[in-house]
């Protein structure tokens, strides 16, 4: 089955530790996202890519980063830079240029203490 | 700038209710798609429905239709004859041509289908 798939779906780590998250897509689209959603929030754009080694920063990068050397992968790393990284995140792909809406993976639950 | 609002924050009904998710957007781009997503208890968001910006044809699907109007520049959802299993976070989203079509999300509405 074709999907989005996101690892661990609840994640605990200690404050001062980066922590990565994990999203690989096997739909072979060409863009992938970040999102934070917040309690009773919408979702906050963090970063998107594209393209293959290419990536922009989306409303909410500071204290993150990604990296995008594979078409199916595209790990998001939250540093200690990060001052509220207690959230949850969703990760989401476009097929490409002539496509428009995205699809998403279950989310992971990050809780940072 | 780009805007969504959905002004409603929880929707209560009854099962077999009609109801109707309101979604009011902000554009100065010609060219935009407009979308609902459902988010489920589970988390998982999942696509609902893709409008561009030069279709005003409203749409149905089963038991939820979509009513686009660019002159008050709203996307409003209903759905009719609702059921348990619509209780969900239904958001709605914009994205532009302008600004390499990057999607943004209203703050969502949750609703509450009661048996």
């Known amino acids: 089955d074709g999907g989005i798939t996101q690892s661990p779906k609840y994640l605990f780590r200690k404050e001062g530790q980066n922590v990565t998250l994990s999203c690989e897509q096997n739909?072979?689209?060409?863009?992938m996202y970040w999102y934070r959603q917040d309690p009773g929030q919408g979702l906050r754009l963090i970063y998107y890519s594209q393209i293959v080694n290419d990536f922009q920063k989306g409303d909410i990068a500071e204290g993150y980063s990604v990296s995008r050397e594979k078409k199916e992968s595209f790990p998001l790393t939250v540093t200690s830079a990060q001052k509220n990284p207690t959230a949850f995140y969703l990760c989401a792909s476009r097929r490409g240029p002539d496509s428009y809406e995205q699809y998403f993976g279950p989310g992971t639950r990050l809780t940072v203490t | 700038a780009q805007k969504v609002t959905q002004a409603q924050t929880e929707i209560s009904v009854v099962e077999k209710e009609d109801v109707t998710l309101d979604c009011v957007y902000e554009t100065r781009d010609t060219t935009y798609y407009l979308f609902w997503y459902k988010q489920p208890p589970s988390g998982e968001l999942v696509f609902l429905i893709r409008?561009?910006?030069?279709?005003?044809q409203n749409e149905i699907s089963g038991r939820y239709s979509w009513n686009f109007q660019k002159s008050t520049s709203s996307f409003n959802f209903t759905i009719t004859a609702s059921q348990v299993v619509d209780s969900a976070v239904y958001f709605c989203?914009?994205?532009?041509?302008?600004?390499?079509?990057?999607?943004?999300f209203g703050a969502g509405t949750r609703l509450f289908v009661k048996a």
């Open positions: 989203a914009l994205s532009e041509k302008t600004g390499g079509f990057k999607t943004i």
């Open positions: 409008r561009n910006s030069f279709d005003e």
């Open positions: 739909l072979n689209h060409d863009a």
